[in-house]
């Protein structure tokens, strides 16, 4: 009996084990791209957008896509309104901005079009010299995302 549980548990363990997308942070980020340049991810959420959960929970399942983003990016995962910790991001320092029990960081301000309230999820690649080459508000499915980051590394 233990073995068919032992035989089952190893079949079905890799249909709930996801890859993982690496994560780093911005004062990471400096060294990262002095050792080895590499385009950026900057994917802006919150803790209670819903859509930011289910969407990086959809971009895990493809392992492709996953495998892609660890290779040839580096990925920030950043949460927009929980993040107390000055940052520090091309040449300028960003502070959170607070408004009582809540606020939010100055750099998701910065990053968004909507200066008043962000959009989330919100996306931001950037070339390996920190240039914007994609800004995408809303959810990106993962076959979409797969495709244009393809398109950035076959540029």
Known sequence: ??????????????YFCLSQ??????????SQQKEN???????????????????FFQLNKDKDLVQMMNENFYFINFEAEETRDAIYFQGKEF?????GNSGIHELALALSKNKDQ????????????????????????????????SNILND
Not at 1 to 14: D, G, S
Not at 119 to 141: A, C, R, S, T
């Open 1 to 14: 009996m233990k073995r068919i549980i032992i035989i089952l548990f190893l079949m079905l363990v890799p």
């Open 21 to 30: 997308i690496k994560k780093g942070t911005f004062s990471d980020l400096s």
């Open 37 to 55: 340049p590499k385009p950026i991810i900057i994917h802006v959420y919150t803790n209670w957008c819903p859509v930011c959960k289910i969407e």
């Open 95 to 99: 502070s959170y901005l607070s408004n």
């Open 118 to 149: 962000p959009v989330y999820p919100l996306w931001i690649i950037l070339d390996k010299n920190q240039n914007l080459i994609e800004y995408h508000e809303g959810q990106f499915k993962a076959k979409d995302l797969k495709a244009r980051l």
